[in-house]
Every structure is written in C-alpha cells, then in structure tokens.
C-alpha cells in the first residue's frame, strides 16, 4: 500500500464511511456533484479572484461590492449553469430550475465576502497549499486565508453553523495549524511574509533538548477563525497544541490500519450524509449485488435449511393459577 496524503478531506471521508473512501481514493470512480458543493467550490475560485498582487501585499481588484457580485452572476450562469459542470465535474441538479436560483446564492455571498474584506485590512496570503511529509506521514493541506497574528480563516458556504465546542475540536483545524507551522519552520519566506519571527520559526519543530520532551508541532499563537459567509459570522478564535496533533496522529494510525485491510471493512455506513453522497447510486447498487460481501446475497438466503424447533414452555406459569394476586410486602398494609 502506498503511502497516504493526508488532507482534512480525505480524513473526514475516511472516519465517514470506508466505502466512499473506497470510491474515491482507490477506484477514482467518476462523480456527479451536489450543487451544494458546485457552489462551494464556485465560491472558492471567485475568491482567489478577489484579490491581486503578491502575497503580503494584496489589495482587492474590484472597486465596489456590487461590481464582483455581478460578475460572479454572469460567471455562474455562464460557466456553471448552461455547461452543467464545474472543474471538469458533472453537476447533479434536483431541478431544472435549480442552477439558474443559485445564481442568487452566488450573487448574495460574493457580497457578504467582498464587504468583509473590504472592512479588514487584506489577508496576507490566500488559498495557499501546504505539501510535507511529518514522522513518516505525508499531508497535502490547502489554507483559505493567511492573516497577521498568526490567523487562518476558514471560508464555510454552508447554510448550517456548527457550535463553539465543535469548532474547538474540529480536526480539520489541527491539519491547519500543523501545516502553517511546519510551512513556516521550512520556508524562510513563508514566515516572513507571514510576519513570525525568528524566535517563533525556531521553535516550530525543534529538536528537544531532553528525552521525555517532544517538538513544539503546534503552536498555541495560531488563529484558527470559522466563517460561515451565509450568516457572515466570525466564530470567536480557536487554538491547538501538541496534544491535539498527538490526537490526530494516534487517529491517522488507526485509520492507516483499518486502510491497509480495506477490502474486510468495505461497509457502508448509511446515514443522513447518504441523502447528499455523490456515490449513493454505485454504493446502493453495489450493496444489492452483495458486490463486497464475497458471496451474492440472494443463495445466501438459501444456505441453511429452515429446521422445526421444539417450543419451550416455561413452567414457572403455572405456579399461581389464574386471577391470583400477591400483594408486595411493601405495600402491604400494616
């Protein structure tokens, strides 16, 4: 089995259900989106087109709200809505209405995300992509936003908000934290622009100085921000630390084990999420088939003979006859 490239999504897939993992990541098998996600990744292009220049000095490229939401618009209509894909992805419609409402979705975040930029000072950098390889593992994460103060911003275009304790535990924000601290302990340039000194890159990974110490994997100093753009919420910052990296290492060996048997735990895990699975037609199809049980399932029926039981009685029935009371002693009148 060759080495995993860890990234939050492939994490959240694998811990969801083995057998989209399956789908995906080992028989690259062809997809249809959900407009949910046509939508989110629509959303993360325009962002990237949100701003120009070099990182570090980023200014916005459009003058007014109203200008990047009408264009958005057009861009959705034209390349997403009349060609029906995004990024080379069929999208699966419930309605033939449907792509030309979401014109209106598109319209209403680009304003709420252009407006919050335009009340903030620029980000440092956007939608930069961390590649590197950690005691043995690989990890391809991509960050959204890089801020001053150490400060990653996560973009949600969901309609839905998770809650405080949620986001305090996301695993998706330890992948951002270890990957910004490790971009900045190999990257000279990466922490400059980033604005972390010297002292801080340093002590990123540094060798312990004692046996029974570990590295600094993650600092405490970084910013993790989760920003539902539909609500245009900033939940209040969260943090990591090395125990929270030590979590996710521990739970990457797990999965890495259940991985290397795969074909044992090809079990589909029905729920909810199955409603929106861009893999629920093979994956319905296939558990009809039996296709990942070794057998079919239809003679499975017919493997053990049906055999007459003889009935039990139980004869602790008979010990009172019927109409019988007994009154508890608790109860009992004195």
């Known amino acids: 089995m060759e080495p995993i490239s860890w990234s939050p999504t492939?994490?959240?897939v694998a811990n969801l259900c083995f057998r989209k993992y399956y789908f995906q990541y080992i028989e690259h098998m062809d997809y249809l989106l959900t407009p949910e996600m046509?939508?989110?990744?629509?959303?993360?292009?325009r962002?990237?087109?949100?701003?120009?220049?070099?990182?570090?000095?980023?200014?916005?490229?459009?003058?007014?709200?109203?200008?990047?939401?009408?264009q958005s618009v057009a861009m959705w209509r034209m390349f997403v809505a009349r060609t029906n894909e995004i990024q080379g992805k069929k999208i699966q419609w419930r309605d033939k209405n449907q792509k030309w409402i979401m014109a209106y979705d598109a319209k209403d975040l680009?304003?709420?995300?252009?407006?919050?930029?335009?009340?903030?000072?620029?980000?440092?950098?956007?939608?930069?992509?961390?590649?590197?390889?950690?005691n043995g593992r690989r990890f391809n994460v991509r960050l959204d936003e890089i801020r001053k103060n150490y400060c990653i911003r996560d973009?949600?275009?969901?309609?839905?908000?998770?809650?405080?304790?949620?986001?305090?535990?996301?695993?998706?924000?330890?992948?951002?934290?270890?990957?910004?601290?490790?971009?900045?302990?190999?990257?000279?340039?990466?922490?400059?622009?980033?604005?972390?000194?010297?002292?801080?890159r340093k002590l990123f990974l540094r060798k312990p100085e004692k046996e029974d110490e570990y590295p600094v994997y993650i600092s405490e100093?970084?910013?993790?921000?989760?920003?539902?753009?539909?609500?245009?919420?900033?939940?209040?910052?969260?943090?990591?630390?090395?125990?929270?990296?030590?979590?996710?290492?521990?739970?990457?060996?797990?999965?890495?084990?259940?991985?290397?048997?795969?074909?044992?735990?090809?079990?589909?895990?029905?729920g909810k999420h199955c409603k929106y699975c861009q893999y629920k037609l093979p994956c319905d199809e296939s558990s009809k088939q039996g296709k990942f049980y070794g057998i079919n399932l239809e003679p499975q029926l017919k493997l053990f003979p049906n055999k007459e039981h003889e009935k039990y009685h139980d004869k602790t029935l008979r010990l009172f006859p019927r109409g019988t009371f007994i009154q508890s002693s608790i109860n009992a009148p004195k």
């Open 221 to 270: 100093k970084v910013n993790l921000e989760y920003y539902n753009v539909k609500k245009d919420i900033i939940h209040p910052p969260t943090h990591r630390n090395n125990q929270d990296y030590f979590e996710l290492d521990h739970s990457l060996y797990t999965l890495e084990t259940i991985l290397e048997n795969l074909e044992a735990n090809l079990y589909p895990y029905f």
């Open 110 to 134: 680009s304003i709420k995300t252009y407006k919050r930029c335009a009340e903030e000072e620029p980000p440092l950098i956007i939608e930069y992509k961390v590649k590197f390889e950690l």
């Open 155 to 200: 973009y949600k275009t969901g309609l839905s908000s998770p809650e405080q304790l949620q986001i305090d535990h996301f695993p998706q924000f330890t992948f951002y934290a270890l990957a910004f601290c490790c971009a900045a302990s190999a990257d000279e340039e990466f922490a400059r622009i980033c604005g972390v000194s010297e002292e801080d």
């Open 38 to 45: 046509a939508l989110g990744i629509f959303m993360h292009r």
């Open 10 to 12: 492939k994490y959240d």
């Open 47 to 70: 962002k990237e087109d949100l701003f120009k220049g070099e990182p570090g000095h980023l200014e916005l490229r459009y003058k007014s709200a109203e200008s990047f939401s009408n």
